[in-house]
Antibody, heavy 122, light 107 residues
Framework: EVQMVQSGAEVKKPGESLKISCSGA????????IAWVRQVPGKGLEWMGN????????RYSPSFRGQVTLSVDTSTNTAHLQWTSLKPSDTAKYYC???????????????WGQGTLVTVSS | EIQMTQSPSSLSASVGDRVTITCRAS??????VNWYQQKPGKAPRVLIY???TLQSGVPSRFSGSGSGATFTLTISSLQFEDFATYFC?????????FGQGTILEIK
């Protein structure tokens, strides 16, 4: 079974750093881009960026560029999302997703991780 | 950045109803649209990709259509388990923007 398994919920103070993780299982990890999606409680979905595990080529949404860093560790089939200085506005659930694709170069997100809730509060 | 305008933002319907949700892109995106369903407290799951291809395991009452800039998700006969929030997403170019969502509620 293909699955994405994320690290557990985090509670942090403003200004602290954080790195959350996402492990891919049941497929060839290097062959699929990994994307991260933010969902503020009660709100919609925002694509943050994606990373190619094969060469760490990374794309960021303009809204998140410079705010977060994506990385991968192919030795453990794990992707990471990190912040150097959290803000209360970073409070949200963060999903990692495998970016599936077809020969026509269409992409879609499947499967999704269970999400990691990050709470930033003083 | 492509904008995806989804309508309606909420919808009340009954079991057995046929419902349609529309997504309009700010520019032509060919058939690069996906549809997702999200239930409270759960991660989204893909229903339709490439505008009209049904993901494996998704009931056939779900269908997608459209090309260019206007797309629709149709549920032919609502079942109780279909009451959820639905999102469209363009996959034509990054950032892969989502629509704002449609909350489908029981009438």
């Amino acid at each position: 079974e293909v699955q994405m398994v994320q690290s557990g919920a985090e509670v942090k103070k403003p200004g602290e750093s954080l790195k959350i993780s996402c492990s891919g299982a049941g497929y060839s990890f290097a062959n699929y881009w990994i994307a991260w999606v933010r969902q503020v409680p009660g709100k919609g979905l925002e694509w943050m960026g994606n990373i190619n595990p094969r060469d760490s080529d990374t794309r960021y949404s303009p809204s998140f560029r410079g705010q977060v860093t994506l990385s991968v560790d192919t030795s453990t089939n794990t992707a990471h999302l990190q912040w150097t200085s959290l803000k209360p506005s970073d409070t949200a659930k963060y999903y990692c997703v495998r970016q599936d694709y077809s020969g026509s170069a269409a992409y879609w997100f499947d499967p999704w991780g269970q999400g990691t809730l990050v709470t930033v509060s003083s | 950045e492509i904008q995806m305008t989804q309508s309606p933002s909420s919808l009340s319907a009954s079991v057995g109803d046929r419902v349609t949700i529309t997504c309009r892109a700010s520019q032509t995106i060919h058939n690069y649209v996906n549809w997702y369903q999200q239930k409270p407290g759960k991660a989204p799951r893909v229903l339709i990709y490439g505008a009209s291809t049904l993901q494996s395991g998704v009931p056939s009452r779900f269908s997608g259509s459209g090309s260019g800039a206007t797309f629709t998700l149709t549920i032919s006969s609502l079942q109780f388990e279909d009451f959820a929030t639905y999102f469209c997403q363009e996959s034509y170019t990054t950032p892969y923007t989502f629509g704002q969502g449609t909350i489908l509620e029981i009438k």
